[in-house]
């Protein structure tokens, strides 16, 4: 059985005892979250899919922690003009381990 998920912008198809990392949820470590936006449930031929969202599913999850990731730079250059711009980012992640799938 697994089923696809939206959160932070992306979709995820996750499946149960998976562990991922998403973009930062609010949430403490060892907590369980629910995530109502699922957009599709398969368990064998039975496939269940949203329009855009599946009505009652849910995936449950429990927080593991957080991390960020690497470090990119963003770098603004313009020739002879004496202009040059460098700055960097790292986004913050937190890790869910999946723990249920309801439809």
Known sequence: MYAVIFTGGK???VSEGDVLSVELIDAA???TIELDKVLLVADGDNIKVGAPYLEGAKVTATVLG???GEK????????RKHHQKVTGHR????DLKITGIAC
């Open 72 to 79: 990119i730079k963003i770098v603004k250059f313009r020739r």
């Open 29 to 31: 470590a060892d907590s």
């Open 91 to 94: 986004q913050y992640y937190t």
């Open 66 to 68: 957080g991390h960020r």
């Open 11 to 13: 979709q995820y198809k």
